[in-house]
T-cell receptor, first 111, second 116 residues
Framework: KQEVTQIPAALSVPEGENLVLNCSFTDSAIYNLQWFRQDPGKGLTSLLLIQSSQREQTSGRLNASLDKSSGRSTLYIAASQPGDSATYLCAVVEYGNKLVFGAGTILRVKS | EAGVTQFPSHSVIEKGQTVTLRCDPISGHDNLYWYRRVMGKEIKFLLHFVKESKQDESGMPNNRFLAERTGGTYSTLKVQPAELEDSGVYFC??????????????FGSGTQLSVL
């Protein structure tokens, strides 16, 4: 059974810092891995999607990497801003097209 | 373009009552999913529709839950009778193609269900 773990559970950093969020999964038989952002009371917004054959994806200040063999992914946020404060969720897409989510990392960027 | 719409945004009911949640996907999205997060747990898959057909309902917890998508447009999720452990946030998502193809899912804001 696939399990997804995210570390840390919460993170508080001063504005301008670069930071890394970690995600690990137990079964490497995945189609892809996705990172989402959730703001309080809102839905999930897809940030980056990495196909199982890819190593990384970049969008603006965000960079996500995937090491399928070791079951790990990282989300790197450069030059963090208060507007980046949110819960970040990692999810793997298994054969069968289900997303299996981690519990999330609550990020707070202080101004 | 309108996003995925869910209503109600909040529902408070008593144990044993019936509640129906509704989801309107993005127009043209054949794939519709229901997920939920119960207190303190991860978001979990409930089921997947392709048009009006249930592609996968392996995540439905028991037969108190009934999902429909008549005509392949909006979907409803009925809980009857509701139990305390059904409390949580119910999310709906839609996409043009399944996520395994690399297609991104678009999520609604969720329905916060509280069973007292």
């Amino acid at each position: 059974k696939q399990e997804v773990t995210q570390i840390p559970a919460a993170l508080s950093v001063p504005e301008g810092e670069n930071l890394v969020l970690n995600c690990s999964f137990t079964d490497s038989a995945i189609y892809n891995l996705q990172w989402f952002r959730q703001d309080p009371g809102k839905g999930l917004t897809s940030l980056l999607l990495i196909q199982s054959s890819q190593r990384e994806q970049t969008s603006g200040r965000l960079n996500a990497s995937l090491d399928k063999s070791s079951g790990r992914s990282t989300l790197y946020i450069a030059a963090s801003q208060p507007g980046d404060s949110a819960t970040y969720l990692c999810a793997v897409v298994e054969y069968g097209n289900k997303l299996v989510f981690g519990a999330g990392t609550i990020l707070r960027v202080k101004s | 373009e309108a996003g995925v719409t869910q209503f109600p945004s909040h529902s408070v009911i008593e144990k044993g009552q019936t509640v129906t949640l509704r989801c309107d996907p993005i127009s043209g999205h054949d794939n519709l999913y229901w997920y939920r997060r119960v207190m303190g747990k991860e978001i979990k898959f409930l089921l997947h529709f392709v048009k009006e057909s249930k592609q996968d309902e392996s995540g439905m917890p028991n037969n108190r839950f009934l999902a429909e998508r008549t005509g392949g447009t909006y979907s409803t999720l009925k809980v009857q009778p509701a139990e305390l452990e059904d409390s949580g946030v119910y999310f709906c998502a839609s996409s043009q193609a399944p996520p395994g193809t690399g297609e991104k899912l678009f999520f609604g804001s969720g329905t916060q269900l509280s069973v007292l």
